[in-house]
């Protein structure tokens, strides 16, 4: 499969522990998303990189949430002193350019539930 | 904020019937409007996307409409069948180099036989 994969593709969590996912984009893209999914709404953007540089980072990301692409291939995504209301679907997405202008492909997302 | 809102939440369309979903958006910097679709327990997936010298796209039975000026954005589907039943999600790209998407909150499409 050469599209985007995550790893794990469940995780619960007790709260206040820490958590950490994995996103492989599609080997060839230079942008990697991150983005956040609850129950009837929308992906929310998260952060994103160009190659390894984390370029924008919500505004509604806190302190806890960090994120990572050290060789400008795979990522991680952590969350620390996981609370209730992290539990969502987490998904990474890549994309190749250099322009906005250009297709996001989604991986299967990691649904994390803190207990 | 950028924002961008997605008219109506849900929408119960006869099979063969056409089927409308409308966006607006707030980032006047915007230039790239892609429309995803998500299948229950699946990732989304671009259907049809417009940037922002065009004012229609069309794709078989899928069409996209931008006014600029208002600042809102349309999904039509022709035809429709039961595999078109899904959540569609209407986006916008929004921030520094327009690299962030902001998404809507999605319309669930539901098709009857």
């Known amino acids: 499969d050469t599209g985007v994969s995550q790893d794990p593709r469940h995780k619960i969590t007790k709260r206040g522990q820490n958590v950490t996912f994995r996103c492989d984009p599609i080997s060839e893209h230079n942008r990697l998303y991150w983005y956040r999914q609850t129950l009837g709404q929308g992906p929310e953007f998260l952060t994103y990189f160009q190659n390894e540089a984390q370029l924008e980072k919500s505004r509604l990301l806190s302190d806890r949430f960090s994120a990572e692409r050290p060789k400008g291939s795979f990522s991680t995504l952590e969350i620390q002193r996981t609370e209730q209301g992290d539990s969502a679907m987490y998904l990474c997405?890549?994309?190749?350019?250099?322009?906005?202008?250009?297709?996001?492909?989604f991986g299967p997302g990691t649904r994390l539930t803190v207990t | 904020g950028e924002n961008v809102e997605q008219h109506p939440s849900t929408l119960s369309v006869q099979e063969g019937d056409s089927a409308v979903i409308k966006c607006t958006y707030s980032d006047s910097a915007s230039n790239y409007f892609p429309w995803y679709k998500q299948e229950l327990g699946k990732r989304p997936q671009l259907i049809i996307d417009?940037?922002?010298?065009?004012g229609e796209k069309k794709d078989q039975r899928i069409a996209v409409t931008l006014n600029k000026t208002a600042k809102h954005f349309s999904l039509h589907i022709t035809e429709t069948q039961p595999e078109d039943s899904a959540v569609y999600f209407c986006a916008a790209n929004s921030g520094r180099g327009g690299f962030k998407t902001i998404f809507g909150a999605g319309t669930r499409l539901f098709v009857k036989a």
């Open positions: 997405a890549s994309s190749l350019g250099t322009s906005g202008i250009n297709e996001q492909y």
């Open positions: 417009i940037r922002s010298n065009v």
